[in-house]
């Protein structure tokens, strides 16, 4: 995968990251605003972990029974006059898509936010095909002349300020635009309602599928979803094979759950159910409608009894906003299309080179903030440990922690060694102790003590306190 950030590791990308002082400052301010919404309108709804509890019963009712919920889904979808394939791989779905738009002879492609898309990378290879697609989600069509990968999983141009988006702007209009709001919103609209009218190709992600109906739905802020789903005479969905609710009556449970989380919305300002092409005597609608739906690892995830139930998240994206290494680091330092906790978490399975994410289960605290405001109550920092844990069984850490770990371990296994250790520390520790701290410390500890205070060594152990003590 190619990265926005340089960098092979989330050390280095972060390391880049921590440079821009206006994105630290932008996307904390960003996700304090979407955190406190999110406590008022849980507040508002009371019993909020009753509800939270229901969503994640509902999801890992799915999850435990997703091969029955997708015969489903795939049944009911051709009934209703749409065609299904199945991806098991990132490759295999584009391949899916681009013989589609070739059957139909598409030209112009718009598509709606869309994180699966994102997975698979299915812009740069429509456009080498020769196809123009534009993303229609403003956050969206932003990054896309940006050419920059999503930041945040529900606001993906969160790092984005008004004076950049003009500048963005001002280069397709080829003018100088205001860096106004109202300056800003007219002319997307103005250059986005042009290519709904022309496209003959729209491609949606899915936030839910439906089994019972063969529905699927969208849920976002702005009218581009329901233009791209009904305009174009083609309509791709392509989703993620855990984005399946049995019936309505569950959408209903995860509707209520997933604004809340996501914004502090009650509801979304647009909620979209579409049911295949358009039927005899309808107004409006594809001509025809195709889902694609999408493996890609996630079977991985599902064969593995401790991180199935990652695959109930709903994609709501509240474990961001409270990460304090998120808060400082932004999406692009994971190096993955789902970054923070959840993400962390799932990329580590997702594609045939999910190992290179393995090591973004230590871009975390651990302090199970995450967990605690998950909106299907995933323990996200159990699963991230327990990631760690695998990390180290692969072994994969680098031979300098290793070898440090094989030094500590049998330092502490020996009374006799840990004393001398410690008596070493004492000695060695002087010329970098202030106030009780080492503030500046020697590499590796600068690792540490640059950002961090270190607690000095004291003079006399407990140990031999308590000796003096009582003899």
Known sequence: MTHFIEGNTFRDRARRTLESEFMRKAVQKAVDRLETNKKNASKELGNWDDWRARGRDIRKHTVDHLDYYLGQLADNVRKNGGTVYFAPWAEDARQIISEIIKKHEGKLVVKSKSMVTEEIHLNKTLIEQGHEVVETDLAEYILQLAEEPPSHIVVPAIHKSREQIAQLF??????????????????????LREKFLKADIGITGCNFAIAETGSTSLVTNEGNARLVSSLPKVHIVIMGMERVLPTFEDLEVVLTLLPRSATGQKLTSYVSINNGPRKPGESDGPEHFYLVILDNGRSRM??????????????????FNVCPVYRHVGGHAYGSVYGGPIGSVISSFLGKDYKEYLGLAYATTLCAACSRVCSVMIPIHDLLLTLRKRYVQAGLPPFSERAAFKVWKTTFKSPGTYRIAMKSAQIAQKPFVNNGYIGRGPAPLSAWTNSRYFPAAADKTFRERWLEKHH
């Open 302 to 319: 599902l064969a593995d009894d401790e991180f199935r139930q990652a695959l109930h998240c709903t994609r709501c994206g509240a474990c």
């Open 170 to 191: 001002s280069e397709v209009a080829g003018e100088k635009l205001a860096n106004d709001t109202p300056t800003l919103t007219a002319f997307s609209r103005r250059v």
